[in-house]
């Protein structure tokens, strides 16, 4: 298997309240069949029925909300821009669920999930430095 992740599929609740809540963000996607795919970069996020996901995938929907050992990070290029990205989610309905500070690792980063509880974090980490694209190369830790 390449190491590589092209697609992130998260299960919602509310495909119009989940696609609401992203193009609040300032995320711009395209609805098709009962699916919404948003360009992320090199991959794309897509929002489909938590339901359908599940079945898809032969599993159980298991519960709605509640922690389930994935958070995904949106990293930026500044501590301002991760207070304007809060301010945006906390308006658009998401819930701020670790205040924006600089953390044990000594970096600057928030935590918030969205309207079915997916886990974010946004963070400016000057060792994780963006491309002008937004492309984010990990540094070598060696």
Not at 18 to 25: G, I, P, R, T
Not at 59 to 83: C, K, M, Q, T, W
Not at 90 to 108: C, L, S
């Amino acid at each position: 298997m390449e190491q590589r992740i092209t697609l992130i599929t998260l299960g919602v609740s509310d495909l119009a309240r989940s696609k609401a809540f992203y193009e609040a963000l300032g995320w711009r996607g395209q609805e098709v069949a009962e699916t919404v795919f948003f360009q992320a970069g090199g991959l794309g996020l897509v929002l489909w029925s938590r339901e359908k996901l599940a079945a898809d995938c032969c599993l159980e929907p298991g519960p709605a909300y509640g922690f389930g050992g994935i958070a995904l990070a949106h990293n930026v290029r500044s501590e301002a821009e991760v207070d304007a990205l809060l301010a945006k989610v906390a308006e658009a309905g998401g819930t701020i669920t670790k205040p924006a500070a600089v953390n044990e690792i000594g970096f600057y980063s928030s935590a918030f999930t969205d309207p079915d509880g997916h886990a974010w974090e946004v963070a400016y980490n000057p060792g994780f430095p963006l491309a002008e694209d937004g492309t984010l190369t990990l540094p070598d830790f060696g």
